[in-house]
C-alpha cells in the first residue's frame, strides 16, 4: 500500500529474513480505526472504472486520520483518494494498493503455522530471523489472520482437527 511493505517476501517460501510490516500494519490499524468511526467509504466514480476511498469531511480534524495521511503521504486535505494497483505515484492523491497472487496469499498464511520444534531442530524448516539474529515472530504479521497449531493430543476446543 503506496510505499508501506505488509511482508512483501512471505508470498513465496518462508524467507530466511524477516519482513518489513511494521509500518504496514500501522496504517491498517489506523484505516480500521477510522472505519469503526464510520469516517469513510470505498466508491464508484460514476461513468469511470475508478475506484475511491471517501473520507468524511470530519475525519480530518481526528488524529487517526491525520497519522494515516501522513505514513501513507497523502494529502490530509483531500477527501478522495484514487484506488489503484499500478506503480506509485506519489501524488498524494492515490492509494496504490498490490496484492498478492492466490498462491502469494496460500504462503502468506503459512507463516502462521507454529511448527513443531522437533522440526524446527531436524531442520525441516526454514527458520525467519531479525537483523539481530533472534527467530522472528510471525504471528507480529499474522495475527487475527490464522492460527495452527500441532499437538500430539487431539485438541478438544480447536475449529477445525487433523488426525
Keep these: ?8 517476501r512471505a508470498d513465496g517460501p518462508t524467507p530466511k529474513v524477516a519482513p518489513q510490516h ?48 501522513e505514513i501513507l503521504g497523502l494529502d490530509p486535505d483531500t477527501q478522495d483518494y484514487s484506488i489503484e494497483s499500478s506503480v506509485d505515484r506519489p501524488d498524494g492523491k492515490t492509494l496504490n494498493l498490490h496484492t498478492r497472487s492466490f498462491a502469494g496469499v496460500m504462503y502468506f498464511l503459512s507463516q502462521s503455522v507454529e511448527v513443531p520444534t522437533a522440526d524446527v531442530e531436524a531442520g525441516r524448516v526454514t527458520v525467519t530471523r531479525d537483523a539481530s539474529g533472534a527467530v522472528f515472530d510471525w504471528s507480529l504479521v499474522t495475527q487475527g489472520l490464522m492460527q495452527i497449531r500441532s499437538s500430539e493430543a487431539q485438541p478438544d476446543n480447536a475449529a477445525v482437527a487433523v488426525a
Design 1 to 8: 500500500m503506496n510505499h508501506l511493505y505488509n511482508a512483501p
Design 22 to 69: 511494521k509500518q504496514f500494519a500501522r496504517a491498517t490499524g489506523l484505516l480500521r480505526e477510522l472505519q469503526l468511526k464510520d469516517m469513510f467509504a470505498g466508491a464508484r466514480v460514476p461513468g469511470e472504472k475508478t475506484s475511491v476511498m471517501r473520507f468524511r469531511p470530519a475525519a480530518r480534524a481526528l488524529p487517526e486520520y491525520q497519522e494515516f495521511t
